[in-house]
């Protein structure tokens, strides 16, 4: 039996060695552009928008080695869409109120090197809405693709050493 769990030991190895990890630095949720939720309370909203961001980033972090680390400040964040007030408030999702994102990133590898590193940097899709959308994460989708694109264009490469 101990055989058993040795051998389980060495075939997940592997798999437990790609562990890169993202720190988050959030500025005041107040400062932002856009981050105005429709019908539920800031607090929560600010709290939903936060986890699910980190989230997004800790999986895309998830293919680097381990000992890898990627810092990232949003400086600034305007969702896709725009809230409308009336009678029942809602987001509306619209080509003229795409995505933007200005984030300040360093990416450091396992010795502690700079890998990659900028200062407030624009990320922004004006033709969001002309993409397929996949996948059937429909929670701030606009904003997470926009995340992903600059990571596959920014990151990625870096990680391959």
Known sequence: M?????????????????AGETNV?????KEYRDVVPA???????????????EKH???LMSDAPQGYQLDITFDDIDLAGDVRFNMHDIRIVKPIFFPRLKI???LTDNAGAV??????MVLKDLSFMDRVRTGRDSEFYYDK???STWYKEEIADKLKG
């Open 2 to 18: 101990k055989y058993l769990y040795a051998i389980t030991l060495v075939c997940l190895s592997p798999l437990t060695t790609l």
């Open 25 to 29: 630095t959030w500025r005041d949720f």
């Open 39 to 53: 019908n539920e309370s800031k607090a929560g909203y600010y709290k939903r928008i936060a986890s699910q961001f």
């Open 57 to 59: 980033l800790s999986k």
């Open 104 to 106: 300040s990133y360093t």
């Open 115 to 120: 890998l990659a590193q900028a200062e407030e």
């Open 145 to 147: 693709r926009l995340l």
